[in-house]
């Protein structure tokens, strides 16, 4: 497999209120091969929110690059930003951000029309997509008539629908109990080999490292080895 994604010597500071600066992020550098499930590991405040939105696009780094799928992502315009994310990556969030007057099959099928797919091929692909994560008895309802573990299924049937090359997870799991948190992570597994999707996500729980291919650690802003 390839390197899809590099990140090189990564900072990234926030001045806050009182003018004092906080470095977030301080000359960080990976690498994600492609059809993996990378987790970034790290304490609450260590970086790990920032280092995912820096590698999918949604902040720039102060300092360094990042070099996804060959095109140096942090040097392109905020439109073209725009465009890579909408076909190329999806993110997945701990508290879901689903539509909550949308049905699980709408909240999917309105991902996939936001992606520009044709009707017929939208509603293929969100039943498949909401049947791969289990939920072909659950379309019709919505998120408020749902399980937390079942909105988040949601959310990644949502995330893979219009076949990304990367879904960026962050602490994906934090708000679901352990098996339903393993569940989740199963399914990231079962997209990775079917449809060969890259995995990168956040997490502080070891259950969900132990089924990772690639284990990074964040302590305050810096990759420890
Ligand atoms: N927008 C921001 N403004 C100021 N400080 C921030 C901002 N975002 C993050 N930080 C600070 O950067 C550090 C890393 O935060 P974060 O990436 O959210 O960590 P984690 O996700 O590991 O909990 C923390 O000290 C946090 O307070
Ligand atoms: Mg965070």
Known sequence: MSVILKASGISRRFKIGDGSIVN????????????????????????????I??????????????????????????????????????FVFQSVALMSAMTAYEN??????????????????????????????????????????????VAIARAVSHKPKIVFADEPTAALDTPTGMAVMKLFRDFIVSEGLTVVMTTHDEAMMELADKVYALEDGKLSV
Do not use: W, Y
């Not at 902040?59 to 465009?83: C, H, M, W, Y």
């Not at 072909?136 to 998120?143: Q, S, V």
């Open 108 to 153: 999917v099928e309105f991902a996939l029309r936001l992606a520009g797919v044709p009707l017929l091929q939208r509603k293929q692909r969100a039943r498949e997509c909401l049947t791969r994560v289990g939920l072909e008895k659950r379309m019709t309802h919505r998120p408020g008539e749902l399980s937390g573990g079942e909105q988040q299924r």
């Open 24 to 51: 977030a992020l301080q000359g960080v550098d990976l690498e994600v091969e492609g059809g993996q499930l990378v987790c970034l590991r790290g304490r609450s405040g260590s970086g790990k929110t920032t280092l």
């Open 53 to 90: 939105n820096i590698l999918g696009a949604l902040d720039k780094p102060d300092e360094g690059n990042v070099v996804f799928d060959g095109r140096d992502i942090t040097s392109l315009s905020s439109s073209q930003q725009d465009a890579l994310r909408r076909h190329d990556m999806a």
